[in-house]
Nanobody
């Protein structure tokens, strides 16, 4: 069974940068798409960025121009480079993987990593 392990969260001042990592392990699968989502206190989980198998990306309007999603195929790892961070970016960030294995499609979530941006 595929599992996701996230890392890279922490406390940063406004204007700073962080890079989140999400490593997939535990099975043989075909990557369909991977994304980062976030959930701030008292708010619903929202999409931040996605990356599909053809290299296409999609970003929330609030992070366009500041965040970049990328992938290292050899390491089965997806990254989220976050620049020019703002206090409103404070949230728990979750990694999501949509993959194909054993004739079926699956979806798996990471455990979340907290990003706190101070003003």
């Amino acid at each position: 069974q595929v599992q996701l392990v996230e890392s890279g969260g922490g406390l940063v001042q406004a204007g700073g940068s962080l890079r989140l990592s999400c490593a997939a392990s535990g099975g043989i699968f075909r990557f369909n798409a991977m994304g980062w989502y976030r959930q701030a206190p008292g708010k619903q989980r929202e999409l931040v960025a996605t990356l599909n198998s053809r290299g296409g990306t999609n970003y929330a309007d609030s992070v366009k121009g500041r965040f970049t999603i990328s992938r290292d195929n050899a390491k089965n790892t997806v990254y989220l480079q976050m620049n020019s961070l703002k206090p409103e970016d404070t949230a728990v960030y979750y990694c999501n993987l949509d993959y194909y294995s054993a004739l079926s499609d699956f979806e798996v979530w990471g455990q979340g990593t907290l990003v706190t941006v101070s003003s």
